[in-house]
């Protein structure tokens, strides 16, 4: 997922002169909630280290202790899970539960999904079309065209005109001797301005949306649309300190329509705004090379959301890494929480 430009978060501040201190409002979920996404993460972390058996034990007991709603696609994980240990039955449920929840899943996931007991594979063949059916006939398709037509519009703002305006006005401001008031400043903040301004009319059409139909999840469209959505709200920068959108974004967190990764990616992205230290170093891959406090303590912070803990990166490790190549950083960080 996509975050806001650290230079046009540089470029709003240095441009409005904000320097504000109040440290970004969240909400700290209750004990279960932080015990079952440990679980989760755990799991997960587990099965893309090739533990399935261990893995899905953790999902079972995940799931078996807690009581609120799970997002479908921890059940697709789980599903996967059984599958490898041969845990069939228990795969089915967890198919079941992944896609009339709305999951969909993607050729690679069906090219895993192979069963090899004629009972469930007979089973499986004969409530798949129903199992998928069910949960597309819950999605609101004029919801999802309409986050679908939101992107469209916006796309203009991404090519190489905008990108290079941001980055020339950025290091104009800071650069004493850059002239502010020369013709080729004031064009390209122009289209900065604009970027911003379409960045804020976007925030709030989609807010309009949430009120009258929901929060984006799968249950709702399908999974572009939701990181469409999520994308909008990551960068919705006129909501510095969270405390418009912290009552919803809890609500969908309890929910099990956003991760704590992405709750947290969106508090550190507002602290970036504010000019405040990051406190669960989400924002982006990569993030425990750049640690300029204690580990522990921000491990601590990122308990509270049941996050799984980070560590430091040895810098040795990130020579000859370009940062921008997540296959190559998926070495050294493993990214869980993909909804």
Not at 45 to 66: G, H, I, P, V
Request: glycine residues 4%.
């Amino acid at each position: 997922m996509k975050r806001s430009s650290p230079l046009l978060l540089l470029l709003i501040l240095s441009v409005t002169g904000i320097r504000l201190s109040a440290q970004t409002k969240y909400t700290v979920p209750p004990e279960d909630f932080i015990t079952f996404h440990k679980n989760i993460s755990d799991a997960e972390r587990m099965f893309k280290n090739d533990s399935a058996l261990q893995a899905y034990a953790r999902f079972d007991m995940a799931f078996s202790e807690y009581k609120g709603e799970v997002n479908p696609s921890h059940y697709m994980d789980a599903a996967l899970a059984a599958l490898r240990i041969k845990e069939e039955f228990k795969a089915l449920n967890y198919l079941e539960k992944a896609l009339t929840n709305g999951y969909e899943m993607d050729s690679a996931q069906r090219e895993k999904v192979n069963f090899f007991s004629q009972n469930t594979k007979k089973e499986y063949a004969a409530n798949l079309s129903k199992w998928e059916e069910a949960g597309r006939a819950a999605k609101n398709a004029s919801y999802e065209n309409s986050v679908y037509a939101m992107q469209e519009n916006s796309k203009k703002f991404g090519t190489p005109a905008y990108k290079t305006a941001i980055e020339y006005c950025v290091s104009c401001l800071k650069n004493k001797a850059c002239n502010k008031t020369a013709p080729e400043f004031t064009s390209k903040y122009k289209l900065v301005k604009e970027k911003m301004k379409a960045d804020s009319t976007t925030a709030a059409e989609l807010l309009g949306y949430i009120k009258q139909y929901g929060f984006p999840n799968y249950k709702l469209m399908d999974g572009k649309a939701c990181a469409i959505a999520r994308n909008v709200l990551l960068n919705y920068d006129a909501d510095r300190k969270n405390e418009r959108m912290n009552d919803m974004l809890y609500n969908a967190l309890i929910k099990g329509q956003i991760s704590p990764a992405f709750y947290a990616q969106l508090i550190d992205q507002r602290n970036l705004l504010n000019g405040q230290p990051l406190e669960f170093y989400e924002p982006q891959a990569g993030n425990e090379k750049t640690f300029k406090t204690d580990a522990a303590k921000i491990n601590l912070n990122r308990k509270k959301l049941g996050l799984y803990p980070v560590q430091i990166i040895n810098p040795v490790l990130l020579k000859g890494i370009d940062i921008k190549n997540m296959k190559a950083l998926d070495k050294l960080y493993t990214k869980i929480y993909e909804y």
